[in-house]
């Protein structure tokens, strides 16, 4: 996180009346940093130790937001703080408190943090750099998504092939309402694989299949159980090289403050990655959900989650703007699995 000089003033001048002794700040310090004050920001009185704290200590090692976050959430009252953190730190990151993105899939009954610092404390600042390796992963993966489109409800959606000619998806994109035929629905979705962005900014000529004529619909449990469906794709699809399943383990599954990766097309717009390097916030098996703040929109239901080893772990299917910031919340492939299994061989 850059801060330019007058921010870095302002923040040093913030911390300081936060912490008005030096006890306070070695304190906060040490119980939310885990670190020796005197240590890492020498002796002196106060102003000098804060001035070191953030310039030679929070700075060259990439911590700036990380002390910020500790600063502020211990003492959320003090006005310098609340001004430094409103006025710098929540125009720099991407959990909103007036999200312009609409609300999709069913409700959500978050179980994590209800205060927007906390909810924002779950997301790290950009890498320096991303590995290569890690996004030739993420192309190699975008083989398996595709865009779900059924032009007749004016209805877009994003999948994930499980197996050659398995889609998975969530039941709400077939189904949005209880006046849609699903099985109508299926029979005139159109799945279009490599929906990608060209260099001169316009989407890529896809390939299109359609689901299986007598067969489309396998297995599927409705919103308010699991909100997934298992769908057959016509079998030309498996004559495709270009276009290959996802990998998953059933057996791996996402972990409190693990990163996510999410590939989609919201508002059905070509492929997009929304990255998040400890984005899940929290894991409930006992109801086959996963909750997490990674971006996503109207479009990205049926989105594939992949862990940080590009694994399958969960279908996302919900965002809902509460006053604390916007959440999402996905079904755990795992859970997925165990109702899907008989059809996979």
Not at 63 to 71: E, N, V
Not at 118 to 139: C, H, M, N, T
Not at 172 to 186: K, R
Request: a negative charge; charged letters at 20%; hydrophobic letters at 35%.
């Amino acid at each position: 996180m850059f801060l330019s000089g007058v921010e870095v003033k302002k923040l040093v001048n913030a911390i300081v009346s936060a912490y008005p002794t030096n006890d306070d700040l070695a304190a906060m310090v040490q119980f939310e940093l885990e670190e020796n004050l005197n240590a890492i920001a020498g002796g002196g009185n106060l102003n000098h130790l804060v001035f070191n704290l953030v310039t030679r200590w929070a700075i060259p090692r990439g911590k700036t937001y990380r002390l910020i976050m500790a600063a502020y959430e211990t003492n959320p009252d003090n006005p310098e703080l609340k001004e430094f953190y409103q006025s710098v730190v929540s125009k720099r990151f991407i959990v909103d408190t007036t999200p312009t993105t609409r609300d999709f899939g069913p409700d959500i009954d978050w179980k994590g943090e209800t205060k927007e610092i906390q909810l924002q404390s779950w997301l790290k600042p950009e890498p320096d750099y991303l590995d290569v390796g890690f996004l030739k992963r993420a192309i190699e993966q975008s083989a398996s998504v595709c865009r779900i489109e059924i032009p007749s409800r004016n209805i877009m959606g994003t999948g994930v092939l499980i197996t050659p000619n398995k889609l998975l998806t969530n039941y709400h994109v077939l189904q949005p309402s209880e006046e849609d035929n699903i099985q109508s629905n299926a029979l005139n979705a159109i799945l279009k694989f490599g929906c990608f962005t060209s260099d001169n900014d316009i989407t890529t000529q896809s390939k299109s299949f359609q689901l299986d004529r007598v067969k489309p619909i396998l297995k599927f449990s409705k919103i308010e159980n699991l909100d997934y469906i298992l769908l057959q794709v016509e079998s030309k699809i498996t004559q495709e090289k270009d276009i290959k399943p996802a990998r998953w383990d059933i057996y791996n599954l996402p972990q409190e403050r693990m990163g996510l990766n999410v590939l989609q097309h919201p508002e059905g717009d070509s492929m997009k990655l929304s990255i998040s390097q400890n984005g899940v916030t929290g894991v409930y098996q006992e109801y086959g959900l996963v909750q997490y703040v990674n971006k996503t929109a109207s479009g990205s239901s049926g989105s594939p989650c992949f862990d940080e080893n590009w694994l399958l772990v969960a279908l996302h299917h919900a965002q809902k703007a509460k006053s604390f910031g916007t959440i999402r919340e996905g079904i755990l492939f795992n859970s997925i699995y165990q109702e899907i299994k008989d059809f996979l061989n």
